[in-house]
């Protein structure tokens, strides 16, 4: 009996699932974005744009929109979430966004937006296809698979999260000094 009051009174003082789960940041209409202005300590626009389009590419994103006159660049990608089986996680769709990169002289601003859940489902066949279904990130509900939906919304907190940790980096990042250069003696 006093076990049982001991974890019923312990479990009234922790925080439950819910409480840890970050709200998604939204734009004025209401839809999920992310968005940060990243300084760049004096790195020239024309280096941030050829830096931030490498990256773009070793990602695997499409391109859409590539400026180099007005230093913009709009690319979409996809990830996938899974739904958390017994044994294994099996895929329950994708979340497609899209990424817009604006540079500056000594700074730049990314822009995660547009996110749109797209269901996925076994086909005859047993390979996972899209369904054509879709739902938007912003929908706060969802009815049979609320718990689920929620750990989609914070899979994307996270990737996203990452994602812009990642981009800052390879944007930010110094080349290493070669290590067989010396400085030259001086002559006197």
Not at 83 to 92: R, S
Not at 150 to 156: D, F, G, I, K, V
């Amino acid at each position: 009996m006093r076990t049982l009051l001991l974890l019923l009174a312990l479990g009234g003082l922790l925080p439950g699932r819910a409480a840890h789960g970050q709200a998604l940041p939204t734009d004025a209409q209401g839809r999920v974005a992310f968005c940060e202005v990243v300084p760049a300590d004096s790195l020239p626009a024309g280096r941030l744009y050829t830096l931030a389009k490498a990256w773009l590419r070793r990602r695997g994103y499409q391109l859409a929109v590539a400026d180099s006159a007005g230093g913009r660049l709009v690319a979409t990608n996809a990830f996938g979430v899974y739904d958390h089986g017994y044994a294994t996680k099996k895929l329950h769709g994708k979340i497609q966004y899209q990424l817009t990169i604006e540079v500056k002289k000594g700074r730049y601003r990314q822009q995660f937006t547009d996110f749109v859940f797209a269901y996925y489902a076994e086909d005859r066949t047993y390979h996972l296809a899209p369904t054509g279904k879709t739902k938007p990130l912003e929908d706060p509900t969802a009815s049979g698979w609320a718990h689920l939906w929620q750990s989609h919304r914070e899979a994307t907190h996270q990737t996203v999260d990452g994602l812009a940790a990642e981009l800052k980096a390879a944007l930010l990042a110094r080349p290493k000094p070669l290590a067989g250069a010396t400085r030259p003696a001086a002559d006197w």
